[in-house]
């Protein structure tokens, strides 16, 4: 099979290459969390590798002054540069990070473009990030008296790119705060191509702040693009914080369309963050349509906190449908946190269909964990295969939030299909967001067609992720039904998105049965996409039924994808002359 392996292995040194650039790139240009206490804005990131890092954890001990620095919240040392050296000799990285924010809300205005400064030499990482963007903040404090020129100067000669734009569009944003004609005809005297949208969203972001009309104005005049619906919906946002009922009426005299029903989703969310009564009022008066449906359902998140009952009620103002069912679920699922027996009674008493259905999946499972009995009493109620149904998708949701819980209920049902199925369905969720757990527990289990499907259903789930690991736990397995099936499906999937990876598995394996299953089951994968490897690796079946089998069932592929190429392999191939005779004949 030489022609396979140099072809494969070529296909991995490509892929090799392409994994190092990426994860270069990514390392050099990820963003990161900021803190929980940043106010709204387009973010910051590393911006840039610094030429000589300051290091994070300096020895030498404080002075007094630097001493009181660290204690108090305003006693910061005149020089911006000491004050930055105290912070950074912090040796706790909690008590570091949370000194550099104490600087940056107390710094004079003025001091701000030496720190940014100061920041651009700090190692490239979250602390980097978040304390720039507090800077940036601090300059938006007090937008009249932080000196622009200097801070986009240092904006300026960040590396072009998404994180320049960035730094770029918050220190205009702070700029229009307090001159929204200067910042405006900066950012358009930029070259073009400079004022991308992620500039002009925070430019709009700040001037939303003191002029709201304004830069609604501005923007509307934008051409329609991805940066204008940016723009505008960061401004209605900012707006209906301070005056709903003017964000209200500027959002209904939007276009028809996506950032329309957006924008009154918006203001109906923020709107009854202040008063959920006009709120409401102010969501049902609007004409049916999508827009309407979003302003009943940001009312409906914000009531949903204090009255859930009233939250449900507004949801009925929604036309039947799935999105009603989706806003129902929601509904149950918080409510039953808070109040299982109300969200219980509430469920009950909706008509029978796909509304109620949404809504005893999204309670379910806290009701079988407060009281099974009286839950499985009313599942039992149900026709068998709505019942059926409702179990299946309650072990997908419940496997997602406490496995371990769901997989102890489910092990308790009736054994046959049902009860196997339920618990694939969990093992699934749960291998989404623990594999290497959920496959313990699947190991665990006894012996048959229960742990077969339990442990395929990890399988298929970590395959996505990380076919190495899985390939690397199926290999532990014994030898047996379970191991066959798990190769199978291992190389099923790799094979199908990464072959020159799950050739040099392959290619590890010891001889066996699992092997001949699972380079069966790899040939398959490949015969659309690459007939001739996927060939040879089908001669290479020890097992003569399985490789005849496979060896026609590739070239039946062949046949649709290049049958002249086909019909040359089937004339000369090993099997039997009644088999080609078929091949060739169409049948």
Known sequence: MSFTRHHLVAMTVAGLAGLAAGVWLDRQWLDREPMADRVESPGLVDLAQ????????????????????????????????????????????????????????????????QLLALADRMPAGQLRSEFIQHLLNSAGRQPGNAPMGPMLAWAQQLPAGEHKQRALG???????????????AYAQGLPPGGATGTLLSGLAQGWAQSDPAAAAAWASSLPFSQARDSALQNIVSRWAQSDPAAAAAFAEGLPTGRVKNNALGTVADRWAQ???????????????????????????????????????????????????????????????QEDLAGAVAWMQQLPDGSERSSALTALGSRWIETDSKSAMAYLNTLPQDDRNSLLQTLGTRWGTTDPTAAMQWAQGLEEGALRTGVMARVASSWANNAPQEAAAYTANL???ELQNKAALSVIQQWSRSDPQAVADWVSSLPEGDLRGQAFQSVARQWGNHDPASAAAWLDGLPAGQSRDQAVGAFANALASSHPEPAVQWAESIADEPL???????????????DAGAARAYIAQSPLPEERRNRLLNGR
């Not at 918050?170 to 405006?184: K, M, V």
């Not at 309407?292 to 949801?315: C, D, M």
């Open 274 to 336: 202040s008063d959920l009564g006009q709120a409401a009022d102010w969501a049902r008066s609007l004409p049916d349509g999508r827009g309407r449906v979003e302003a009943i359902r940001g009312v409906s998140n914000q009531l949903l906190n204090s009255n859930p009952r009233a939250a449900a009620e507004l949801a009925g103002a929604l036309p039947v449908g799935s999105t009603r069912n989706e806003v129902m679920a929601t509904i149950a699922g918080r409510w039953a």
């Open 50 to 113: 610094p030429e000589a890092p300051v290091a994070e954890t300096p020895p030498p001990a404080r002075s007094g002054a630097n001493r009181e620095f660290a204690g108090r919240r305003r006693s910061i040392p005149l020089d911006p540069a000491s004050a930055f050296a105290a912070a950074m000799a912090e040796s706790d990285p909690g008590r570091r990070a949370q000194a550099l924010q104490r600087l940056a809300a107390s710094i004079d205005p003025a001091s701000i473009p």
């Open 170 to 184: 918050a220190i205009l944003g702070q700029w229009a705060r307090s001159d929204a004609a200067g910042a405006l």
């Open 547 to 561: 490789r005849l089998s496979r060896i026609e069932s590739v070239a039946r592929s062949w046949m649709k994808v």
């Open 446 to 448: 006894p012996a048959g």
